[in-house]
């Protein structure tokens, strides 16, 4: 056990994997000689060799689509996008190739796919985005993200055996900024598992990534006045874990939906809806979401937090559910 | 429109109406590879029929004229080399061992692996039994891109094994045929492109496609070697392709071969082609690769009319037999839809 | 008047708005010489000349940002995807150039883009797809779907006139399946108003494109059992009416969202989770969805049917919704 | 990695430790051209400070040691030609009005137009006051296809107007830079591709972005003319440029020019170009731009060495006077956030 940051969790991740197993190998853009725009791959160009950790030139399409091939061949490519905002750029690869491959033939295709995301740091339009929404709408992907340092190892462990394509969003603004105790030694977090991240009788909060500690803090600031909330951190967006929330709006009657990504076609619609329908008869207040405005994300400061949920509008939406 | 192109329809260095090799093929083999192009022709001529009757549904797309490429190509693979070819590619699968018989239980949506209805007949991928690679069928030239992975998985596990992408004219521009040989290209990896120029993509014509006169003009862009040559000459593509396949499996990296040919047919059944001028059918109908083929076979080749009529005839008797046994298998069952979703 | 198909509705609005505003051209693959893999612009090349009838080389990404930029600097491209699937390689120029264009820098670009989807023809997993989801969640972007010639013709014509971008899904289904008396002069079609397409009491199903034929046969069938269902053609996903549907739920206390397009995290759970959060005081039963399955469209008959929501699976909700 | 790297750091042809001109220019547009080098230069060393000292957030990147590429291209611009530069084309700006203080004020998000905080200082477009164009400026090569897209628009109207993508050389490698590349050539669109080949894509050195060692070595995919040229030479810039431009503006199609130059900087300033040779650090820094410009004007130029000196101070003076201005601007109100998502 050491305390490592998320950033570090990842790295120790990606590190053990490729230890353990010779078949995973790294792609993305300056990872290798400059260890990746964050650094999560300081040091692995010389542990592990050029043949293992690739410096591609700037083609997200066509590197996805050589990390599919070379999946389905065998290897466990992980690749990573500068940003999250650059999958669009291989976007048809990811949808078209990767989703549907094991369904047209049956042949597994082990790939996953790294993508920095979210803002907060004024990021402007294109390093700032929050692109889940795009993918969990593609039968045969596994989408998920994590927020906390345990989880974001465990779950890109999964991800890595996993044999099928799986998205990983993980949040920059996270990277330094959550710590914890994590088990040295390799562990799993089931993929399409929730979590239930602080418990609660009186409010579900669904959420995930950074919003989970935006959440939590609201959370507390709830139970100092009276009210405790259970905060479920999906964690999974697909396959998604209805189970884990469902039970907890039938112990709450109340559900709020809280993500980073713009509200409008987010995924938060899709689990209120869930919730709407399988909860319907325990419901004691409308399933309320909180999200981004539906608007690009601005660069400046004011403008951002303006446009992001914070926890003053997770609170008040809290609030109002509560007294509904 | 198109019927105002010039009546040069190929550059005279690469027009033949006559072919010959001088490898020395037994006459077993030479029939073997006969009877793979005519299954393939047989097989095409069927499926067009079974459109017209409504009995396959959507669409079909035919390899009519073009079935010496990936008969010539695929001829020189081993058989851990990898393969995967877009719509017409029929003769390759033939050549690997595929029956028509499944073929035509795919076109007709049957429950028959590896797809169980999943696919059109006209995409094909499994690896185990034939070497034929799962890629991404529907985008133009996203096969590019996962030819370079499976080729960098040869590599980096330092296989003499190379990666064969059959692509199109048309299936050059997109930005997937960039990006994937450039990646190619920068780690030489053992990548061929094969590209089959057949004078269209769907109606367009190749100058509206591209600003070069040929594909092969754009090797310089990745510093790879190319060549041009005639593609319903069954031996040149051989001895084409063996350069490009011989380079790649030395580790030279990647290979560019443009063949020029013909679509006879439309882009789908459902073209009728109009924007093609009879001279340039005509042109090609004298070049057919099966009759130049039947005309070497029966003259140089030293098979004798009827041995070559009889491999007709026995092809058009295997696809009967093959439609006949595709419409006795089970439609894929609708309890099956969700399966296979993911991989366990 | 006269009665026309859906696609020579289509045919007739380019036609009309090329005649009216030279500034309008026309970029896609096999639409000039060829007349369109569907054929909705045959003699167009003649009327109109090969700089505003453009046939592309397979470059959706590449003829996408062109017709951008042609817009900006004041031209009104109407790009053109063969299949409504292809428009996945364009993807990165749509959602981070035409969307969040006029956001950044205040420069209108009027580009519209079309693309014809949808299944039930055997097209399997690569001409088959409803993309709209992948768009709805894009700030900046319209969003439109028409399921009548009417609506059809009206809807092409607003969104050319319309100077922001411009997402027109044509099904195919519908091309020649579907005739009406559409008027011969020009109108338009608003984007971002729903239409009441059949009026009722007792259900509101809220649904848009192909499925609304389907909606109304099941409607009449229950009206002919005794329900009467109110059914809501959205038409513009982007932006929504959602006053026209919640009025309407307001009305029968009960919904249910239909679209074609996969279930999960498709745009039926946007309009459901708006539904149960608006109307919540006012709903009697859960508010359901009935969507395609969650896979890849299939090729095969019996698969291709099973996947896709039927008027029987209509139904057959609707019935559960009414009698909850 | 990257340090093993020959010392040959630039094709001998291309070098020069000086610089030289055989146009007739005058002292004044001399200082004009100098003026906007090193206003540039000294706006990229304020926001580097700004940047340390936390009143940027973020990130910034500057394009010291690339002025005289964009000042030299745009300097032979006509009024309603478009131009749209990528991250480090501040001079090109400056040279066609743009104002040091509204710079600012955008990097530092104030609520000023036309972005109103909604952009980073290092993108800009304004048509209208400015010929810059709005383009894609997020992922790489997006802007291939749009200024083919703005070129169309200028062939269709029959009018004699150019546009020239700056482009580095990662930008090179991504489909959208074959694909609306191929359009414009097809097409012969005037759009001039400017390559400013500074060594790097972020980290990553040319041999790893393309099996080519000049970008210009792609050209022939493209059937259009390319030319390889020093970018630290405003003379050979303008020389080279105006050749281009020329040739797109006359209706012949694109034209592609490469500038090879060096990216003095990280690439942002919280790089710290760790994997950058000290030996081509130094060749460069005596090959830098303003530094050849300098010696340049106060030698052959005519102009004295106070006259160059109160210049570089006059800039100096600019840039915190813009600092200052725009320090003094209000942040973009909150409630604002919600506008101008759509066009009326
Ligand atoms: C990205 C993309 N856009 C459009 C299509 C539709 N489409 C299928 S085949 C085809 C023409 C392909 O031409 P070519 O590559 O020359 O192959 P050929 O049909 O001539 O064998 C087109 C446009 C597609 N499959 N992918
Ligand atoms: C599609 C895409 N992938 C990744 C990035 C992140 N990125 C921004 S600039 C850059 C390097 C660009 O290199 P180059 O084109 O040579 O320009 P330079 O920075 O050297 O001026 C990268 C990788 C991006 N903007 N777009
Ligand atoms: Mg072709
Ligand atoms: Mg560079």
């Given at each position: 056990m050491a305390v490592i940051t998320y950033l570090e969790a990842i790295s120790q991740a990606l590190r053990d994997e490729m230890r353990r197993d010779e078949n995973v190998i790294l792609l993305g853009e300056d990872i290798a000689v400059f260890g990746g725009a964050f650094k999560v791959t300081v040091g692995f160009l010389d542990e592990f060799g050029e043949d293992r950790v690739i410096d591609t030139p700037i083609s997200e399409s066509g590197f996805t689509g050589a990390a599919c091939g070379a999946a389905v061949e065998g290897l466990r490519p992980v690749v990573e996008f500068q940003f999250a905002d650059f999958i669009a750029c291989a976007f048809d690869q990811i949808v078209n190739y990767a989703a549907k491959n094991y369904y047209r033939w049956g042949i597994p295709m082990p790939v996953v796919f790294r993508g920095p995301a979210g803002g907060g740091f004024r990021g402007g339009p294109y390093h700032s985005q929050n692109p889940e929404?795009?993918?969990?709408?593609?039968?045969?992907?596994?989408?998920?993200?994590?927020?906390?340092p345990y989880d974001a190892k465990g779950l890109l462990i999964a991800a890595i055996r996993d044999n099928n394509p799986v998205i990983y969003f993980e949040h920059k603004?996270?990277?330094?900024?959550?710590?914890?105790?994590?088990?040295?030694?390799?562990?799993?977090?089931?993929?399409?598992?929730?979590?239930?991240?602080?418990?609660?009788?009186?409010?579900?909060?669904?959420?995930?990534?950074?919003?989970?500690?935006?959440?939590?803090a609201v959370a507390e600031r709830l139970s100092r006045e009276g009210a405790e909330c259970e905060v479920v951190d999906l964690r999974s967006l697909s396959p998604?874990?209805?189970?884990?929330?469902?039970?907890?709006?039938?112990?709450?009657?109340?559900?709020?939906?809280?993500?980073?990504?713009?509200?409008?076609?987010?995924?938060?619609?899709?689990?209120?809806?869930?919730?709407?329908?399988?909860?319907?008869?325990?419901?004691?207040?409308?399933v309320t979401r909180v999200a981004a405005l539906d608007i690009p994300s601005p660069f400046a400061a004011s403008l951002e937090d303006a446009m992001l949920p914070t926890e003053e509008k997770i609170y008040t939406a809290a609030k109002n559910v509560l007294e509904y | 429109m198109s019927k105002s192109k010039p009546t040069i329809f190929l550059d005279p260095a690469l027009d033949r109406t006559s072919i010959a090799t001088d490898e020395t093929i037994?006459?077993?083999?030479?029939?073997?590879?006969?009877?793979?192009m005519r299954l393939a022709r047989a097989c095409d001529q069927k499926l067009a029929a079974l459109y017209r009757q409504g009995k396959i549904v959507g669409a079909v797309y035919l390899a009519i004229g073009q079935e010496a490429i990936c008969t010539g190509v695929v001829s020189l693979l081993n058989r851990d080399d990898y393969f995967s070819t877009v719509a017409r590619g029929l003769a390759g699968w033939f050549l690997r061992g595929v029956e028509p018989k499944h073929v035509m239980a795919r076109w007709l949506g049957r429950d028959v692996p590896p797809a169980h209805g999943r696919e059109l007949g006209l995409f094909f991928a499994d690896i185990q039994q034939y070497g034929i690679a799962p890629y991404h069928n529907g985008s133009m030239a996203s096969w590019i891109p996962s030819g370079a992975g499976f080729a960098l998985a040869?590599?980096?596990?330092?296989?003499?094994?190379?990666?064969?992408?059959?692509?199109?004219?048309?299936?050059?521009?997109?930005?997937?045929?960039?990006?994937g040989l450039n990646f190619a290209a920068i780690h030489k990896l053992p990548l061929v492109v094969v590209v089959e120029n057949n004078c269209f993509a769907y109606s367009t014509t190749i100058e509206k496609q591209m600003p070069v006169e040929n594909v092969a003009d754009r090797a310089p862009a990745f510093n790879i070697p190319s060549e041009i040559?005639?593609?319903?000459?069954?031996?040149?593509?051989?001895?084409?392709?063996?350069?490009?396949?011989?380079?790649?499996?030395?580790?030279?990296?990647?290979?560019?071969?443009?063949?020029?040919t013909f679509r006879v047919r439309g882009h789908g059944e459902h073209d009728d082609m109009g924007y093609v001028s009879a001279d340039l059918r005509e042109f090609w109908e004298k070049r057919d690769p099966l009759r130049l083929y039947a005309e070497y076979l029966s003259g140089a080749g030293g098979l004798d009319e009827a041995e070559v009529k009889a491999i007709d005839d026995e092809c058009v008797q295997t696809v009967e037999d093959a439609v006949a046994w595709a419409e006795a298998q089970p439609e894929a069952s609708p309890d099956s839809v969700t399966d296979r979703l993911f991989a366990p």
């Open positions: 929404a795009w993918f969990t709408h593609v039968p045969g992907l596994k989408v998920v993200q994590p927020s906390t603004h996270l990277y330094r900024r959550i710590k914890e105790d994590v088990p040295d030694e390799d562990y799993v977090v089931p993929i399409g598992v929730a979590d239930v991240k602080r418990e609660g009788t009186d409010l579900t909060v669904v959420t995930y990534g950074a919003m989970v500690h935006k959440s939590l998604l874990d209805r189970d884990t929330f469902l039970a907890s709006v039938r112990k709450t009657s109340r559900a709020l939906v809280v993500h980073e990504a713009q509200l409008t076609g987010g995924f938060g619609g899709e689990v209120a809806a869930i919730i709407a329908q399988e909860a319907f008869d325990v419901l004691d207040a409308p | 037994s006459r077993d083999q030479l029939a073997v590879w006969y009877r793979t040869f590599k980096i596990r330092k296989q003499p094994r190379v990666y064969i992408a059959f692509t199109g004219d048309g299936a050059t521009s997109p930005g997937d045929f960039y990006e040559a005639f593609g319903n000459d069954i031996f040149e593509v051989r001895r084409v392709a063996k350069r490009a396949i011989d380079y790649a499996r030395a580790g030279n990296g990647p290979y560019l071969v443009e063949f020029k």
